[in-house]
């Protein structure tokens, strides 16, 4: 007898061991197909087939790595879901909301590093600032951008090609500017100056600079901030002298005004007083005396009650007359 056929009657089993024997096999059938149809479906979908799904504030583009796409215009842009082939192609995504960045002195603001800029005045004099830059990338223009700078992360451009963009810049323009100006009343036109450098640099490909400005008071030494400091307030009472000294005069204009005008008005009055006085003399005449004289009499006359005086004065003596009866 061979080894098989000894094994086979050594190993006989029941009709309802034969019915499990069988159920068993039929599982693991099923689970070896099922293991082999995922093992078929993921590398079909991760190297023949795939789906991404590009999410709000987004834009991808489908870059193919054959290399055949030479410009801008040939990379499609992507959006919500969409296949692609990984053997074929590559889906890069890029925010298209606005990236706002901080280089600063401070460690606990922005980076954990010391990134302030450093830029020269017209005088060469060496100033230091903390900046903050706001940008975003128009979506139409997401090609240009990934074909100049050929970055997948949008931390590389920022924190590279960006930011020395913006310390050009800087420097570009402070050449035209001297320290008291940019630490002074013309920060903001130097400010501005700046802004429209770097967005002439980024706007061939679609980088829209929306914010550009200094955090804090720019750093210049000690010595020549004082100096600005003590000259801008010498300016600022100078002004607050010309500002008292001009309302003084006005003050005293007013009152030399009211004075004149008092003194006019008293002349006047006077004038016509006079004038008055001199028509009243003119009008008097013996006969106007004579009239009021009657008129006096007359009046007189209509007061007496009919009684002689109690009294009469003879010479240098006075009698005491009789009542009348």
Do not use: C
Request: neutral net charge; without cysteine; hydrophobic residues 40%.
């Amino acid at each position: 007898m061979s080894l098989f056929e000894q094994f086979n009657s050594e190993t006989k089993t029941t009709p309802n061991q034969d019915v499990q024997l069988q159920r068993v096999k039929r599982l693991v059938r099923y689970a070896v197909l099922l293991a082999m149809t995922f093992v078929v479906l993921s590398v079909f979908f991760n190297y023949v087939a795939s789906v991404t799904r590009i999410g709000a504030g987004h834009v991808g583009v489908e870059v193919v790595l054959s290399g055949s796409q030479r410009g801008a215009s040939e990379i499609p842009i992507r959006t919500g879901w969409v296949f692609y082939s990984p053997l074929r192609s590559q889906i890069v995504e890029f925010p298209t909301f606005v990236q706002t960045v901080k280089w600063t002195q401070s460690l606990n603001e922005g980076r954990a590093t010391d990134e302030a800029m450093s830029f020269n005045s017209k005088e060469g004099m060496e100033i230091y600032a903390d900046v903050s830059l706001s940008y975003a990338i128009q979506p139409s223009r997401v090609p240009d951008f990934y074909v100049k700078y050929r970055v997948t992360d949008l931390d590389q451009f920022t924190h590279g090609i960006l930011r020395d963009t913006v310390r050009n810049s800087l420097n570009e323009a402070a050449s035209t500017f001297t320290v008291e100006q940019i630490y002074g009343e013309q920060k903001t036109e130097f400010l501005m100056r700046v802004q429209k450098l770097i967005q002439e640099r980024m706007d061939p490909v679609g980088v829209e600079i929306q914010q550009f400005g200094f955090i804090g008071a720019p750093r210049v030494p000690s010595v020549i901030a004082n100096a600005i400091t003590g000259k801008a307030q010498a300016i600022q009472d100078a002004e607050r002298a010309r500002n008292e000294l001009a309302k003084t005069q006005a003050e005293a204009a007013k009152t030399i005004a009211e004075a004149e005008g008092e003194a006019k008005a008293s002349v006047t009055r006077a004038q016509g007083e006079a004038e008055a006085n001199r028509i009243r003399q003119t009008s008097i005449t013996p006969q106007l005396l004579e009239l009021r004289k009657l008129e006096n009499q007359r009046a007189q006359i209509e007061r007496w009650n009919g009684q002689l005086p109690s009294v009469e004065t003879g010479g240098n003596m006075m009698m005491q007359l009789p009542p009348v009866r």
